[in-house]
C-alpha cells in the first residue's frame, strides 16, 4: 500500500492541486492531510476537489487551524474521511487520529488528545500494522526541539508509549518538514507541506 501525506497547507489551492497531481503519478492508495488545510478557518474550497478529482481516497484531521465543524464539513462535501477520533482499515492496514492541538482555533488539553487516541484506537484489533495520525507532535521528541514556542503534545507521547504504532504522521512544526526519527518502535515523521510517500 502506497500513501501520500501531507499537512500545514494553510489554504494554498496551488499546492494542494500539485500534491493532487503528484498523487495520481505515483499511484497513491491513500492521500492522508495532517491538520491546518486551511488558514484561520477561512475559504477551504480548492483543498480537498483536487484530489476527489483525480480519484483519490482521502483521510483529513483538523488541526489549529481549522475548527472541528470545518473539519467535517469538508470531509462531507467531499466524502473524505475526518479521522479523529475516529479509525479506518485499509486492507490489514488501521488507521486512528486525533486533530486539534494545544494552541489555535481547536485546542484539547493532553487528557483529551489521549482520549480520543484511545477511541479510534481500540477498533483496531487484528491489524498487521497500525498508523496514528495528528497534528501536533509529541513530547520529548527532535521535532520539539524546533520550535521554542510550540510544544509537543504529551498526550500523543501517552499514545505512542501506550498504543506501540508503527508510524505516526504529523506536522504543525514547518521547521521540522520531512524529519522523521524513531520513538520507541514508533517511526514518527513530519510530513510538511510538499509531502511524503510512504510505502506500507
Not at 501531507?6 to 497513491?28: C, F, I, Q, T, Y
Not at 478557518?41 to 488541526?63: A, H, M, R, S, T
Amino acid at each position: 500500500m502506497k500513501i501520500l501525506a501531507s499537512g500545514d497547507l494553510h489554504g494554498d489551492r496551488g499546492l494542494a492541486k500539485k500534491l493532487a497531481e503528484r498523487a495520481k503519478k505515483e499511484n497513491v492508495d491513500l492521500v492522508i492531510l495532517t491538520g491546518d488545510i486551511v488558514e484561520s478557518d477561512e475559504n477551504p474550497q480548492g483543498i480537498i476537489g483536487p484530489f476527489v478529482k483525480l480519484g483519490k481516497k482521502v483521510v483529513i484531521i483538523p488541526g489549529n487551524h481549522e475548527t472541528f465543524a470545518t473539519t467535517d464539513f469538508l470531509a462531507e462535501v467531499y466524502g473524505a474521511t475526518n479521522l479523529h477520533g475516529y479509525s479506518i482499515r485499509y486492507k490489514d492496514i488501521g488507521f486512528f487520529g486525533a486533530g486539534g492541538a494545544n494552541i489555535g482555533l481547536f485546542q484539547l488539553s493532553e487528557e483529551e488528545l489521549f482520549k480520543v487516541l484511545q477511541d479510534g484506537y481500540k477498533h483496531l484489533k487484528g491489524v498487521k500494522k497500525k498508523i496514528m495520525v495528528t497534528h501536533v507532535h509529541p513530547s520529548d521528541s527532535t521535532m520539539e526541539k524546533f520550535s521554542t514556542f510550540i510544544p509537543g503534545s504529551k498526550g500523543i507521547r501517552k499514545a505512542i508509549d501506550t498504543f506501540k504504532p508503527d508510524i505516526l504522521l504529523c506536522s504543525h512544526v514547518h521547521e521540522a518538514e520531512g524529519l522523521e526519527e524513531k520513538i520507541g518502535k514508533t517511526r514518527v515523521i513530519n510530513v510538511g507541506k510538499q509531502g511524503k510517500i510512504i510505502n506500507l
